[in-house]
């Protein structure tokens, strides 16, 4: 079974192409089984005629729905960031989507503190986009995730691209520093967007760099995310396909594709 992390879903009018009808399409081409989704932030919903919310949105548009897992997303200008998360978990999500450049939080601030612990409490998985993201650097740079996983002993959290190109090995420090105490593991990988198909972009990871991974933080800590719409079926296939070549265990590459995720989240996996 392959179970996918990280896809961004939209509604239609906001964004055709990330419909989840599309999502779904992708999903049967690719030979995925299940996958994770999050909402668009609150000011694609603010610029458009919808008058819901994300999570609201997204909680009905996956009633029925058996193969997709929502993520919630908090709203920083919220009053209370603890009112925030306990509507995902009410939503019953099973963890909320956080991108410290686009949504413009401090990753070791006070407010993002609070979503923390509250999500620490109630068990709610985060994943963070994790690298460079057009915004100023050192409110985002990777080595801040560390104070996080000090902080919160036992909240589980992904690091999204594991920082990219640039920020490899200060997102991987992160990973190994934090491999004892709490609950284990509690940092994880986010193969998501690492394509080395067009040579090193900004976002890629290396062959070598993959392995590594696994040779330092082991085989339960990566998770294989999609990156949908941004990314297509090709470049979601080849990466399935450059996954299964790497020199590492066959128990590595199931738990890659989906036995970790499943694990994690609680999702039936067989
Ligand atoms: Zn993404």
Redesign the pocket.
């Known amino acids: 079974m392959i179970f996918a992390h990280?896809s961004?879903v939209f509604p239609e009018d906001i964004k055709e192409e990330g419909s989840i009808d599309n999502l779904k399409r992708l999903l049967d081409e690719c030979g995925i089984d299940k996958c994770v989704a999050?909402p668009c932030f609150h000011d694609r919903f603010e610029e458009s005629s919808h008058t819901d919310k994300p999570n609201e949105w997204l909680y009905n548009q996956l009633k029925g729905e058996n193969d997709i897992y929502g993520f919630g997303i908090v709203d920083f200008n919220a009053k209370s960031m603890r009112d925030e998360v306990d509507r995902i978990a009410d939503y019953g999500f099973k963890g909320i989507k956080m991108h410290p450049a686009y949504q413009e939080f401090d990753i070791d601030g006070e407010k993002s503190f609070e979503v923390y612990q509250r999500a620490e409490e109630l068990g709610l998985f985060i994943t963070f986009?994790c690298g460079m993201h057009w915004h100023r650097l050192r409110g985002v740079r990777p080595i801040l995730y560390d104070e996080v996983a000090w902080n919160f002993q036992n909240l589980r959290f992904s690091l999204?691209h594991l920082g990219g190109y640039h920020f490899f090995n200060e997102s991987l420090a992160v990973m190994c520093n934090n491999s004892r105490g709490g609950v284990q593991p509690r940092v994880f990988a986010g193969w998501?967007?690492i394509s080395d198909k067009n040579g090193n972009g900004e976002w890629t990871l290396t062959n070598e760099q993959l392995e590594t991974i696994i040779l330092q933080t082991g085989e339960e800590r990566s998770l294989f995310?999609l990156?949908f719409p941004?990314k297509n079926a090709d470049y979601i296939k080849y990466e399935m396909e450059r996954f299964k070549n790497l020199n590492i265990s066959d128990n590595a590459k199931d738990n890659i594709l989906g036995k970790t995720l499943a694990k994690v989240l609680d999702v039936n996996y067989d």
């Open positions: 990280h961004h999050f986009h999204e998501t967007s995310g990156d941004y």
